[in-house]
């Protein structure tokens, strides 16, 4: 069902981006890019060791409405340096007052095989958001479904932020904003399983003779969370042929996400016996401190 409703958004924003008469044809922005991220964080959440990324970007805009964008996330340290995972995604943008406006957006993910993403359990995601303006502050509210491999999670993502230009020609932006995150919890089962599965052995049992160990690693209370607050300041400067954007962030993780883990040994004779089942909650989530990560971005417009 996930990839009829992914198709079907592909559908209209082609339709959007091929079906005008020429004679209406507004020019089209391309973007080449290329941005250096210290560490992957999601919802306050990141992997046991940093994980920084260099990110290639192609962007093409339509109408300052439309965007479609791909993103190649090189990680950069250690074995597993390389192509982690393709980010590629889609928004349509529109007002449907002067105050009021709205979008809908979509990503698709691609990993390789030994990614450690923390959002290596979402293939997809597709949401919306409406934005009103205050004057002082624009409200804006998302809501968006998480598509993993088994199930699908709910991130919804009310925030207020505020657009400050300044410079001679208003080509700075000061953008400072607040949000809050919940969500479901299927995404994060997934990824501690995979952690587990990978980092974990037990030679003693693991001997194709007699048997096999498989570990099992599940969230103790799903549901929806409260899951982090993020305060976020970028500044950006553009100009007609390129641009550069500086991104802080500090997220502040909330509320733990426990975990319990259980070993189970597989006889060749297909009985199964339980080695063991213990709380498997990391002592970082156990122990949430504020995460402040960076990204920088230059781009080159066309």
């Given at each position: 069902m996930k990839k009829y409703i992914l198709l079907s958004v592909l559908l209209v924003v082609f339709g959007k981006l091929f079906g005008q008469n020429a004679q209406n044809q507004r020019p089209y922005v391309?973007?080449?890019?290329?941005?250096?991220?210290?560490?992957?964080?999601?919802?306050?959440?990141?992997?046991?060791?940093?994980?920084?990324?260099?990110?290639?970007?192609l962007t093409v805009m339509y109408d300052s409405s439309l965007t479609i964008n791909g993103?190649?996330?090189?990680?950069?340290?250690?074995?597993?340096?390389?192509?982690?995972?393709?980010?590629?995604?889609a928004s349509y943008e529109f007002d449907i007052t002067k105050k009021l406006s709205a979008g809908i957006y979509g990503t698709k993910?691609?990993?390789n095989g030994s990614s450690n993403?923390?959002?290596?359990?979402?293939?997809?995601?597709?949401?919306?958001?409406?934005?009103?303006?205050?004057?002082?502050?624009?409200?804006?509210?998302g809501t968006y479904f998480l598509f993993t491999n088994n199930?699908?999670?709910?991130?919804?993502?009310?925030?207020?932020?505020?657009?400050?230009?300044?410079?001679?020609k208003q080509e700075w932006k000061l953008l400072p904003s607040f949000y809050v995150n919940f969500s479901t919890l299927n995404f994060y089962n997934g990824f501690s399983t995979r952690t587990a599965s990978r980092r974990v052995t037990n030679p003693k049992f693991n001997n194709s003779n007699s048997a096999t160990v498989e570990r099992i690693t599940s969230v103790t209370d799903m549901g929806m969370k409260l899951l982090d607050y993020e305060l976020s300041l970028p500044l950006t400067y553009e100009?007609?042929?390129?641009?550069?954007?500086?991104?802080?962030?500090?997220?502040?993780?909330?509320?733990?996400?426990?975990?319990?883990?259980?070993?189970?040994?597989?006889?060749?004779?297909?009985?199964?016996?339980?080695?063991?089942?213990?709380?498997?909650?990391?002592y970082s989530e156990k122990n949430l401190t504020s995460i402040f990560y960076t990204q920088l971005s230059i781009f080159l417009k066309f």
């Open positions: 391309f973007k080449v890019g290329v941005s250096y991220l210290d560490n992957y964080v999601y919802n306050g959440r990141s992997d046991s060791l940093k994980t920084p990324y260099f990110i290639p970007s993103n190649f996330y090189y990680l950069t340290p250690g074995e597993d340096a390389g192509l982690d995972f393709v980010e590629l995604n993910y691609f990993y993403a923390i959002t290596g359990n979402i293939n997809a995601t597709l949401g919306a958001n409406f934005a009103y303006d205050f004057d002082l502050f624009e409200l804006n509210i199930h699908t999670d709910i991130n919804f993502s009310p925030g207020i932020e505020r657009t400050i230009f300044f410079g001679a100009n007609k042929k390129w641009g550069i954007l500086l991104q802080p962030t500090l997220a502040f993780p909330q509320n733990p996400i426990h975990t319990n883990t259980q070993t189970i040994r597989l006889l060749a004779n297909g009985t199964t016996q339980v080695i063991s089942n213990k709380d498997s909650t990391p």
